[in-house]
């Protein structure tokens, strides 16, 4: 008869093949510091889970305090590259180096506690393995420190949720966003996170696993429906918001990917809430689609739409007409 940590089993080696699936995918889609972000939480999940898998088969409880050192090598830094990422799709910056800094420090003292627990036992006071159904599970006493690794994590969680809402709001609350489904992924993440924190399920069935897995899929949906990744981001952060001419950036489907300062100011109905919509979905781009000139009279407004590996640029000049070129 099949248990319930035998499919918990198996679901584990699902996550953890999600989270290699979407390691290839930032590896393809190498170039943009988004990636960059997705590329290590692939990675940390990746160690995580593998921490999480060997625990269930550990024979000792030397080995299953081992694994869960593995663990920790990944988990703390997960929630600080979630955080990373919706940082940088509201702001189109990360944060200051010195805030950086304080932010890395967390997970790494977290970690530090963890490997020094014998010495002080502040993260946990004990921690004992016990055998269910052929499996190892693990169940542990709560330090006094322990509280603050749950904190971070829940702090992170919630602050990259305020951002998605904040910005879907922005967009006048469309379910056709990846705002809508990084909401949706962080939420249900935030309540298998409670569940666990609370012990509503079984004794050493580790439910974060999941929690990840929630918002990693939500990043994945929002990655490939909404190409957020695909942009040419040294012009989107170096050259583009100092311009004073208006930049809209669209990928080949003329799906919104990044709007600079100098549109939003050029007219009301340009700003940040257009990322990731279709550009018929906005007043001023079904102007440009259906009439094929610029009925607004706007002389300093530039439509840049990256179609494969060439850069097209449709710009409304002054005499009202679209002009295409590739640079």
Same mark, same amino acid.
Not at 11 to 34: P, R
């Given at each position: ?8 089993s ?10 290699? @699936? ?9 170039? =943009? ?24 088969? @550990? ?15 990944? @988990? ?19 944060p ?44 542990? =006493?709560?330090g006094?420190?322990?509280g603050f690794?749950q ?62 897995? @929630? ?53 009301? =109905? ?23 000139k ?34």
């Open positions: 008869m099949i248990s319930y940590l035998d499919i918990y198996i679901f584990l080696i699902l996550i953890g093949l999600t989270y290699i @699936a979407f390691l290839f995918l930032a590896l393809n889609k190498k170039g =943009t510091s988004l990636t960059f972000v997705l590329l290590f939480l692939s990675l940390f999940g990746i160690i995580y889970i593998t921490g999480v898998i060997l625990q269930l088969y @550990a024979k000792t409880t030397e080995q299953m305090m081992f694994y869960q050192q593995v663990k920790f090598l990944g @988990a703390p830094f997960i929630p600080f590259f979630i955080l990373l990422f919706s940082f940088k799709t509201k702001y189109n910056r990360y200051k180096p010195r805030i950086l800094v304080l932010l890395i420090l967390i997970p790494i003292s977290i970690l530090f506690l963890l490997y020094t627990n014998n010495y002080h036992h502040l993260y946990y006071k004990d921690f004992v393995m016990t055998e269910v159904e052929g499996y190892h599970i693990y169940s542990r =006493t709560p006094m420190l322990y690794s904190a971070f994590i829940g702090s992170a969680v919630l602050y990259s949720l305020s951002i998605h809402i904040d910005l879907w709001i922005k967009e006048k609350r469309t379910i056709n966003s990846f705002n809508f489904i990084m909401i949706i992924g962080i939420s249900l993440a935030f309540l298998i996170g409670a569940i666990h924190v609370f012990r509503i399920l079984p004794t050493g069935v580790d439910l974060i696993p999941f929690s990840f897995l @929630a918002i990693a899929l939500s990043m994945g949906i929002s990655i490939l429906k909404y190409d957020i990744l695909d942009s040419r981001e040294l012009y989107d952060l170096k050259v583009y918001p100092i311009l004073k001419e208006g930049i809209i950036v669209t990928n080949k489907n003329f799906i919104v990917t990044y709007v600079n300062h100098a549109a939003t100011n050029l007219i009301k =109905t340009i700003d940040i809430s257009m990322i990731g919509k279709h550009l018929t979905e906005t007043e001023l781009g079904r102007k440009i689609f259906e009439n094929g610029n009925d607004l009279n706007i002389d300093y407004l530039e439509f840049i739409n990256r179609a494969d590996k060439a850069l097209y640029k449709s710009k409304i000049n002054g005499k009202n007409k679209i002009v295409y070129y590739e640079k």
